[in-house]
């Protein structure tokens, strides 16, 4: 390759090398000898077998032996991967003469290292296998080049490191600067730059799923290098790449930093110093764990956009800083859990951050909670609060000029929205005071509505709300025109007391993500206070019952309770109650305008409307709002021991004396969703007085509606409880609404639900919306004093809905139970979520301890994920129309209807379990010869069968579960019915018309069936055609016979099957299953039983071992003899694998069964269906002492196993290796 020339000449050799390949014959050619090992090699071969492509292994050098032995490890590696595949891409290292390089230009530059950017005229050398070797045209590429500053002596740690990087990412190749001498890496080109240049580019647009996917793409590429031993020591944002093809980011340089001529030595550190853990900075050696410290840094550079200590100068005082526990700042409205992840990666003990793997686990499981792939209260609390921090972060960038800027008071820089915290935009903090007269700034106010504390108006704000920008060192105020707002005032305010102060500031803080609490103001005659809110312009709750009640239908009210409970539960995850809830405080609000109307037109308002549509449309059509936070009773006094609110809304316990609490809100909730059902208020016929309060304490409650669901009222009356541990809480709440609102996702249960609620939309029409409402009926917060209330009780009717709650509702301190398994207490309604569903490992048994525990160990399992499979321990008599349909030397095989059918368990969102419906199955019961007492050997059989049976569950013959003979004492294993029957049935009544892609698909199945047992460690011992059912898809059926294998001396199995080493007294081995393989394929090619015309005794075990096989059926193809010859050879050792057979067996069902076009398929493709049109009609008759069944076995003096001379010519026949 160091001319044209040569390259052309050496390409022209190939091309002509793969013209004369052929399937049938090879010519004479001369031998070459490798110049790598000294073997000799055909030209034929196109390459020495044992090293890479002959030609590009040789006629070049970097001039360094430890570099040329480095590339061509990688050629060498990537043949050793071809050498049994029949397909295969090679990729490997290459070096290449810069002179091959145009438009190079400079891009970057590190302390060790210059990037630049270049054409790379030829492009990567490309070979693809599809049985043979076939050269790909390349096309020129654009790349990177490394350049690595005095790399003219490269140093064995460097060049480790650059293996490591190799190892990883598989760069493209070397090359060498012919003047400096210097070595240059050849790079994918990142056309959008690193990470660092990206964020400063476009911070402003990558939202939160982006930063966590690209988190995601880096804890993967950290997982799998330290799983690999490989630590980076050098991570940043620097060496983080987008790659556009794949769509992924990748870690670059592992290994790699430092001068490339220097050993890595103890005493000095390289790296850029805001990335480096502390502990190296303290002169300790880099370890898996500083790798995780510069992940968290990352962390904060993509939480802020700017890289870590941007505005610090990188010298000693910084890496002091560093040790002492300094760490860069987040962005505005990063998310808790983020930044507590981030803190941890940066903790200063070492010991206490979390690991690759940790890390790679937690954000998977928030990058799938983001894209929705995941449902129930954790993913969605994570999916919101991720959202939100978008929202929250355009809203800023409205607003903020993201550049440093300096108080003109105090001197300090400041990046906020408006102003520095710690000073104040003068003309906004100075020139006013609570005492002027605003309220000439409002227009058209009128009277709303009317409490015994408050008055509402809606009014027109002249100005509107004020925004503030710099501009030339000034601030600049911008106004936003009318707005229409509500002024809510606030009676007896001239003297606020510092209670119903700290009540506003905890209302304005809780207000930020709803209805936007805009200021305040004062009458300038009354002196009091008011509130300016947003205006709701659908109005209250109750406003819109009474209006539009008919209209609304069950979908939407458990939309609205859904939000509410969201609302309610942020509310209280904040220690603080409502202590107010109703309907007049409930507020409705067209979607898309809650961030809205007073900003200015333009970009920003389109990008904050569809963030907060795409936010709000998984809620609702239209957003409500929960109003008044914790206000209640007069601005001038506030005393916990006086009771105000809306009297039909407050909850019994509070009106007999008790303080306010969360569950006092839960009992407001249950009101709200009767007045929802009924649309009507509650108690609206009822004077709000001492009797209705005496009433309610007694156990009175609102009606429901007509045709109210009766899951709707019962939750409804949980609410409502005087007994507050039967109330549910917000999360409770929220998990329930949750799976009703999202009942058309996936479920039995959710469907029932769905059928509930639209039949009660039929109903909804015939319920009238009017009423009488009582004069003394107030709807409005009032203040109440009674006495001698009764102690509260529930009324019949709610105690006759709420006797059969479950058991985790109620206190689990009084009725518990304890896990057999972890001895932990437990109340869930199913089992104990850290072990077992209590309702299916209690009360049944085999008789049999160890099955016992083998049953019960499947449901543990089953019990840690959603909708998973596990055995049960089924009754006989649950069995009906038992059939014998089969029997074998140790088993008995029968069908049989199960009358309950397979138990399905779903898991809710609120981690519970419930029993889906059943039906009755058809199954197959296996009964297990002499299994009374169960040996210890054959129970780790089944063992085995259960885990391969859960490792292809969705495409194989399934493994129920368990049952016992009552009559026998004998196990049973209960196994999915083949409807079609054995494979020799099969056969037997359909052999003509199966063609051979059929049988090719049905081989490859199998070995897919038998890579997965062998990769467990385990044999089958007992493969034969009548071991496998149905069609297309298989199960292995575990052996009766291996029960007595522990006896060395005895043979069991179906003799043609068995492997000679086997007859000759070797172990059972892998590669004795693949001799069973080679003669089922004998089977699928005739269509009659091995030897169906001989007798199964000494004489046929004699011919076996000499190398007797049975008779492939008229016109088998070649290349179909050859492989199952070489399954049968009588040298254990040259069959092939498993993995083997599956790769051979792929090639061929994708190329007879698929529309792949090849050359390579278009040959196996003709072979097989020539071979087609030849499948003869088929009669077996059988010897009467000829058996097909598992038996034992006892053969003396047997030869030691040889193949017969037509084997050994088959397996000698190189010119067909190359389809196989």
Same mark, same amino acid.
């Given at each position: 390759?160091?001319?044209?020339?040569?390259?052309?000449?050496?390409?022209?050799?190939?091309?002509?090398?793969?013209?004369?390949?052929?399937?049938?014959?090879?010519?004479?050619?001369?031998?070459?000898?490798?110049?790598?090992?000294?073997?000799?090699?055909?030209?034929?071969?196109?390459?020495?077998?044992?090293?890479?492509?002959?030609?590009?292994?040789?006629?070049?050098?970097?001039?360094?032996?430890?570099?040329?032995?480095?590339?061509?490890?990688?050629?060498?590696?990537?043949?050793?991967?071809?050498?049994?595949?029949?397909?295969?891409?090679?990729?490997?290292?290459?070096?290449?003469?810069?002179?091959?390089?145009?438009?190079?230009?400079? %891009?970057?530059?590190?302390?060790?290292?210059?990037?630049?950017?270049?054409?790379?005229?030829?492009?990567?050398?490309?070979?693809?296998?599809?049985?043979?070797?076939?050269?790909?045209?390349?096309?020129?590429?654009?790349?990177?080049?490394?350049?690595?500053?005095?790399?003219?002596?490269?140093?064995?740690?460097?060049?480790?490191?650059?293996?490591?990087?190799?190892?990883?990412?598989?760069?493209?190749?070397?090359?060498?600067?012919?003047?400096?001498?210097?070595?240059?890496?050849?790079?994918?080109?990142?056309?959008?730059?690193?990470?660092?240049?990206?964020?400063?580019?476009?911070?402003?647009?990558?939202?939160?799923?982006?930063?966590?996917?690209?988190?995601?793409?880096?804890?993967?590429?950290?997982?799998?290098?330290?799983?690999?031993?490989?630590?980076?020591?050098?991570?940043?944002?620097?060496?983080?790449?987008?790659?556009?093809?794949?769509?992924?980011?990748?870690?670059?340089?592992?290994?790699?930093?430092?001068?490339?001529?220097?050993?890595?030595?103890?005493?000095?550190?390289?790296?850029?110093?805001?990335?480096?853990?502390?502990?190296?900075?303290?002169?300790?050696?880099?370890?898996?764990?500083?790798?995780?410290?510069?992940?968290?840094?990352?962390?904060?550079?993509?939480?802020?956009?700017?890289?870590?200590?941007?505005?610090?100068?990188?010298?000693?005082?910084?890496?002091?800083?560093?040790?002492?526990?300094?760490?860069?700042?987040?962005?505005?409205?990063?998310?808790?859990?983020?930044?507590?992840?981030?803190?941890?990666?940066?903790?200063?003990?070492?010991?206490?951050?979390?690991?690759?793997?940790?890390?790679?686990?937690?954000?998977?499981?928030?990058?799938?909670?983001?894209?929705?792939?995941?449902?129930?209260?954790?993913?969605?609390?994570?999916?919101?609060?991720?959202?939100?921090?978008?929202?929250?972060?355009?809203?800023?960038?409205?607003?903020?000029?993201? %550049?440093?800027?300096?108080?003109?008071?105090?001197?300090?820089?400041?990046?906020?929205?408006?102003?520095?915290?710690?000073?104040?935009?003068?003309?906004?903090?100075?020139?006013?005071?609570?005492?002027?007269?605003?309220?000439?700034?409002?227009?058209?106010?009128?009277?709303?509505?009317?409490?015994?504390?408050?008055?509402?108006?809606?009014?027109?704000?002249?100005?509107?709300?004020?925004?503030?920008?710099?501009?030339?060192?000034?601030?600049?105020?911008?106004?936003?025109?009318?707005?229409?707002?509500?002024?809510?005032?606030?009676?007896?305010?001239?003297?606020?007391?510092?209670?119903?102060?700290?009540?506003?500031?905890?209302?304005?803080?809780?207000?930020?993500?709803?209805?936007?609490?805009?200021?305040?103001?004062?009458?300038?005659?009354?002196?009091?206070?008011?509130?300016?809110?947003?205006?709701?312009?659908?109005?209250?709750?109750?406003?819109?019952?009474?209006?539009?009640?008919?209209?609304?239908?069950?979908?939407?009210?458990?939309?609205?309770?859904?939000?509410?409970?969201?609302?309610?539960?942020?509310?209280?995850?904040?220690?603080?109650?409502?202590?107010?809830?109703?309907?007049?405080?409930?507020?409705?609000?067209?979607?898309?305008?809650?961030?809205?109307?007073?900003?200015?037109?333009?970009?920003?308002?389109?990008?904050?409307?569809?963030?907060?549509?795409?936010?709000?449309?998984?809620?609702?059509?239209?957003?409500?709002?929960?109003?008044?936070?914790?206000?209640?009773?007069?601005?001038?006094?506030?005393?916990?021991?006086?009771?105000?609110?809306?009297?039909?809304?407050?909850?019994?316990?509070?009106?007999?004396?008790?303080?306010?609490?969360?569950?006092?809100?839960?009992?407001?909730?249950?009101?709200?969703?009767?007045?929802?059902?009924?649309?009507?208020?509650?108690?609206?016929?009822?004077?709000?007085?001492?009797?209705?309060?005496?009433?309610?304490?007694?156990?009175?409650?609102?009606?429901?509606?007509?045709?109210?669901?009766?899951?709707?009222?019962?939750?409804?009356?949980?609410?409502?409880?005087?007994?507050?541990?039967?109330?549910?809480?917000?999360?409770?709440?929220?998990?329930?609404?949750?799976?009703?609102?999202?009942?058309?996702?996936?479920?039995?249960?959710?469907?029932?639900?769905?059928?509930?609620?639209?039949?009660?939309?039929?109903?909804?029409?015939?319920?009238?919306?009017?009423?009488?409402?009582?004069?003394?009926?107030?709807?409005?917060?009032?203040?109440?004093?009674?006495?001698?209330?009764?102690?509260?009780?529930?009324?019949?009717?709610?105690?006759?809905?709420?006797?059969?709650?479950?058991?985790?509702?109620?206190?689990?301190?009084?009725?518990?139970?304890?896990?057999?398994?972890?001895?932990?207490?437990?109340?869930?309604?199913?089992?104990?979520?850290?072990?077992?569903?209590?309702?299916?490992?209690?009360?049944?048994?085999?008789?049999?301890?160890?099955?016992?525990?083998?049953?019960?160990?499947?449901?543990?399992?089953?019990?840690?994920?959603?909708?998973?499979?596990?055995?049960?321990?089924?009754?006989?008599?649950?069995?009906?129309?038992?059939?014998?349909?089969?029997?074998?030397?140790?088993?008995?095989?029968?069908?049989?209807?199960?009358?309950?059918?397979?138990?399905?368990?779903?898991?809710?969102?609120?981690?519970?379990?419930?029993?889906?419906?059943?039906?009755?199955?058809?199954?197959?019961?296996?009964?297990?010869?002499?299994?009374?007492?169960?040996?210890?050997?054959?129970?780790?059989?089944?063992?085995?069968?259960?885990?391969?049976?859960?490792?292809?569950?969705?495409?194989?013959?399934?493994?129920?579960?368990?049952?016992?003979?009552?009559?026998?004492?004998?196990?049973?294993?209960?196994?999915?019915?083949?409807?079609?029957?054995?494979?020799?049935?099969?056969?037997?009544?359909?052999?003509?018309?199966?063609?051979?892609?059929?049988?090719?698909?049905?081989?490859?199945?199998?070995?897919?069936?038998?890579?997965?047992?062998?990769?467990?460690?385990?044999?089958?011992?007992?493969?034969?055609?009548?071991?496998?059912?149905?069609?297309?898809?298989?199960?292995?059926?575990?052996?009766?016979?291996?029960?007595?294998?522990?006896?060395?001396?005895?043979?069991?199995?179906?003799?043609?099957?068995?492997?000679?080493?086997?007859?000759?007294?070797?172990?059972?081995?892998?590669?004795?299953?693949?001799?069973?393989?080679?003669?089922?394929?004998?089977?699928?090619?005739?269509?009659?039983?091995?030897?169906?015309?001989?007798?199964?005794?000494?004489?046929?075990?004699?011919?076996?071992?000499?190398?007797?096989?049975?008779?492939?059926?008229?016109?088998?193809?070649?290349?179909?003899?050859?492989?199952?010859?070489?399954?049968?050879?009588?040298?254990?050792?040259?069959?092939?694998?498993?993995?083997?057979?599956?790769?051979?067996?792929?090639?061929?069902?994708?190329?007879?069964?698929?529309?792949?076009?090849?050359?390579?398929?278009?040959?196996?493709?003709?072979?097989?269906?020539?071979?087609?049109?030849?499948?003869?009609?088929?009669?077996?008759?059988?010897?009467?002492?000829?058996?097909?069944?598992?038996?034992?076995?006892?053969?003396?003096?047997?030869?030691?196993?040889?193949?017969?001379?037509?084997?050994?010519?088959?397996?000698?026949?190189?010119?067909?290796?190359?389809?196989?």
């Amino acid at each position: 390759m160091n001319s044209n020339n040569d390259q052309e000449s050496e390409t022209q050799k190939m091309k002509s090398e793969f013209n004369e390949l052929s399937t049938s014959n090879l010519g004479s050619v001369n031998n070459k000898n490798c110049s790598y090992c000294n073997n000799p090699f055909t030209a034929e071969e196109l390459c020495c077998k044992n090293c890479g492509l002959y030609n590009i292994m040789e006629g070049w050098s970097s001039e360094n032996s430890d570099i040329d032995k480095f590339i061509k490890d990688t050629m060498y590696n990537e043949i050793e991967k071809a050498r049994h595949r029949i397909y295969y891409q090679f990729k490997c290292l290459e070096w290449v003469p810069l002179d091959r390089f145009t438009n190079i230009k400079k %891009i970057g530059e590190g302390g060790f290292a210059k990037v630049y950017s270049a054409m790379w005229n030829d492009g990567r050398l490309n070979y693809e296998k599809y049985c043979d070797w076939k050269k790909l045209d390349s096309k020129p590429i654009k790349v990177a080049l490394k350049r690595l500053n005095g790399s003219q002596n490269i140093s064995t740690d460097y060049l480790n490191g650059l293996k490591m990087d190799y190892d990883l990412l598989k760069f493209y190749g070397i090359t060498k600067d012919p003047i400096t001498n210097e070595f240059m890496t050849i790079l994918r080109f990142a056309e959008r730059g690193n990470l660092r240049d990206i964020l400063s580019n476009n911070f402003n647009n990558i939202f939160w799923k982006e930063k966590i996917n690209l988190l995601c793409n880096l804890s993967t590429y950290l997982k799998n290098s330290h799983e690999m031993g490989y630590i980076h020591k050098n991570f940043h944002s620097g060496n983080v790449f987008y790659n556009s093809s794949c769509k992924r980011y990748y870690i670059s340089d592992y290994g790699i930093y430092g001068p490339a001529s220097e050993q890595n030595s103890n005493n000095k550190i390289y790296g850029v110093l805001p990335y480096i853990a502390p502990e190296v900075l303290n002169g300790k050696s880099h370890t898996l764990s500083s790798d995780v410290y510069s992940f968290g840094i990352i962390m904060t550079e993509l939480s802020s956009g700017k890289p870590p200590f941007y505005d610090k100068e990188h010298n000693g005082g910084l890496g002091l800083g560093i040790c002492k526990g300094l760490r860069p700042e987040f962005g505005e409205g990063t998310p808790e859990i983020y930044k507590k992840l981030a803190s941890r990666c940066m903790n200063a003990n070492s010991n206490q951050r979390p690991t690759a793997i940790q890390l790679n686990k937690i954000l998977e499981f928030w990058k799938n909670s983001i894209d929705g792939k995941t449902h129930g209260y954790k993913e969605e609390k994570i999916k919101t609060a991720f959202e939100n921090a978008d929202i929250e972060f355009e809203t800023s960038q409205f607003h903020t000029k993201r %550049i440093l800027m300096l108080c003109s008071y105090c001197g300090k820089s400041f990046i906020e929205e408006f102003w520095c915290e710690e000073c104040d935009p003068y003309n906004i903090m100075e020139g006013w005071n609570s005492g002027a007269p605003n309220v000439d700034k409002f227009i058209d106010i009128e009277l709303i509505g009317k409490g015994e504390y408050t008055e509402v108006y809606s009014a027109t704000w002249i100005d509107g709300r004020s925004h503030y920008y710099k501009l030339d060192g000034n601030w600049r105020k911008s106004g936003s025109g009318h707005t229409r707002v509500v002024l809510k005032k606030l009676n007896s305010s001239q003297n606020i007391s510092i209670k119903y102060l700290n009540e506003l500031k905890k209302y304005y803080e809780l207000n930020k993500s709803g209805l936007n609490f805009y200021g305040m103001s004062k009458n300038p005659k009354t002196e009091e206070f008011l509130l300016i809110t947003e205006f709701a312009n659908n109005g209250n709750l109750r406003n819109i019952l009474s209006s539009n009640f008919n209209n609304i239908f069950w979908n939407d009210k458990i939309k609205l309770l859904y939000n509410l409970a969201i609302d309610l539960r942020n509310l209280h995850e904040r220690k603080y109650f409502h202590k107010n809830l109703h309907s007049g405080n409930i507020l409705q609000i067209h979607n898309g305008y809650t961030l809205r109307d007073s900003y200015n037109s333009g970009t920003f308002r389109k990008k904050v409307y569809y963030n907060v549509k795409r936010l709000q449309q998984r809620l609702l059509d239209n957003a409500y709002y929960v109003l008044d936070f914790g206000l209640t009773g007069l601005a001038c006094e506030q005393k916990d021991n006086i009771i105000y609110g809306v009297l039909t809304y407050i909850a019994p316990e509070v009106l007999n004396g008790e303080s306010y609490t969360s569950l006092s809100d839960i009992y407001s909730f249950g009101i709200i969703m009767v007045e929802l059902s009924s649309g009507k208020p509650p108690f609206y016929d009822r004077k709000r007085d001492s009797d209705l309060a005496l009433d309610i304490c007694k156990g009175l409650r609102p009606e429901f509606g007509k045709g109210t669901p009766e899951i709707y009222k019962k939750l409804a009356y949980r609410c409502m409880s005087v007994n507050l541990d039967h109330r549910p809480t917000t999360n409770e709440l929220y998990s329930i609404l949750n799976d009703w609102h999202n009942y058309e996702i996936v479920g039995y249960k959710r469907k029932i639900t769905k059928l509930m609620f639209e039949e009660a939309d039929k109903e909804i029409p015939n319920i009238s919306s009017l009423y009488s409402k009582n004069s003394g009926a107030i709807c409005t917060s009032r203040k109440f004093t009674f006495s001698n209330m009764p102690k509260p009780v529930n009324s019949s009717i709610i105690a006759s809905y709420l006797k059969d709650l479950p058991r985790e509702l109620i206190d689990y301190k009084k009725i518990s139970h304890n896990c057999s398994r972890c001895n932990k207490p437990f109340i869930e309604e199913s089992w104990c979520k850290t072990c077992d569903p209590y309702c299916m490992i209690n009360g049944w048994t085999s008789g049999s301890l160890e099955v016992d525990e083998f049953i019960s160990n499947t449901i543990y399992k089953a019990g840690s994920e959603s909708n998973s499979t596990f055995i049960e321990w089924v009754p006989f008599d649950r069995f009906a129309n038992k059939e014998l349909i089969g029997e074998g030397g140790f088993a008995q095989v029968y069908s049989a209807t199960w009358i309950d059918g397979k138990s399905k368990y779903e898991k809710q969102n609120d981690e519970n379990w419930i029993k889906l419906n059943f039906l009755p199955k058809k199954v197959v019961l296996k009964k297990l010869n002499e299994s009374q007492d169960i040996s210890a050997k054959f129970l780790n059989e089944l063992k085995t069968h259960w885990k391969l049976n859960a490792k292809s569950y969705d495409s194989t013959l399934k493994f129920y579960g368990m049952t016992m003979d009552p009559e026998t004492k004998e196990f049973m294993m209960i196994i999915e019915f083949a409807n079609k029957g054995s494979l020799s049935n099969i056969l037997s009544k359909n052999f003509s018309n199966l063609l051979w892609k059929d049988k090719i698909k049905l081989l490859y199945f199998v070995t897919i069936d038998l890579k997965n047992l062998h990769e467990l460690g385990y044999l089958h011992m007992d493969l034969h055609s009548t071991k496998w059912r149905g069609f297309l898809y298989f199960r292995f059926w575990i052996i009766w016979a291996s029960r007595q294998q522990e006896s060395q001396d005895k043979l069991y199995g179906v003799l043609p099957y068995i492997a000679p080493e086997v007859l000759n007294g070797a172990p059972y081995t892998f590669s004795s299953d693949i001799y069973s393989f080679g003669i089922i394929m004998t089977e699928l090619s005739s269509g009659k039983p091995p030897f169906h015309s001989r007798k199964h005794d000494f004489s046929l075990a004699l011919e076996i071992c000499n190398g007797t096989g049975p008779e492939f059926g008229k016109d088998t193809p070649e290349i179909y003899k050859k492989l199952a010859y070489r399954c049968m050879n009588a040298n254990s050792i040259q069959r092939p694998t498993v993995i083997e057979l599956n790769e051979i067996l792929k090639f061929w069902y994708i190329s007879t069964n698929q529309n792949i076009m090849g050359d390579n398929e278009e040959k196996i493709r003709a072979i097989f269906e020539e071979a087609d049109k030849k499948i003869p009609n088929v009669s077996i008759s059988y010897e009467k002492d000829t058996k097909y069944v598992s038996r034992a076995l006892s053969f003396d003096n047997l030869p030691k196993p040889i193949n017969s001379p037509n084997i050994t010519s088959y397996l000698n026949s190189e010119g067909l290796y190359r389809l196989i």
